[in-house]
């Protein structure tokens, strides 16, 4: 490995020196899945959820999932529609349920 370095620095001596040490293009797995998720999600995130008749103020994962599956026609999971929103630079939170705060009159409610 090391050698491979030092060979690749030396023969291509015309280069600046970050081109020099940087490795060729590897291939791995197409993310064609998540783009197509991402897609989907653009077009979804500009509606409001009660359009696809959901009951529910703010998008989630779950939705998001089962309507990209809906839409497309394609099996997909919840980890790749989070990275599929990652990738669109938007961040997902759960929602913060805040008690109500207790009537003021609650003594008269109860016979006190």
Do not use: F
Not at 4 to 11: A, D, I, Q, S
Not at 23 to 46: F, W
Not at 60 to 72: C, G, P, Y
């Amino acid at each position: 490995m090391l050698y491979e370095l030092v060979e690749r620095y030396e023969t291509r001596s015309y280069l600046p020196v970050l081109e020099r040490v940087q490795d060729g293009v590897h291939s791995g797995r197409p993310t064609t899945k998540r783009d197509i998720v991402s897609d989907e999600i653009v077009i979804l995130l500009a509606a409001h959820p009660s359009a696809y008749g959901y009951r529910a103020q703010v998008w989630t994962t779950a939705m998001l999932k089962t309507q990209v599956e809906r839409n497309r026609q394609i099996e997909t999971s919840e980890d790749t529609v989070q990275r599929a929103l990652y990738d669109l630079r938007y961040r997902c939170k759960r929602p913060r349920y805040v008690l109500a705060r207790r009537d003021p009159h609650w003594r008269q409610a109860k016979g006190g």
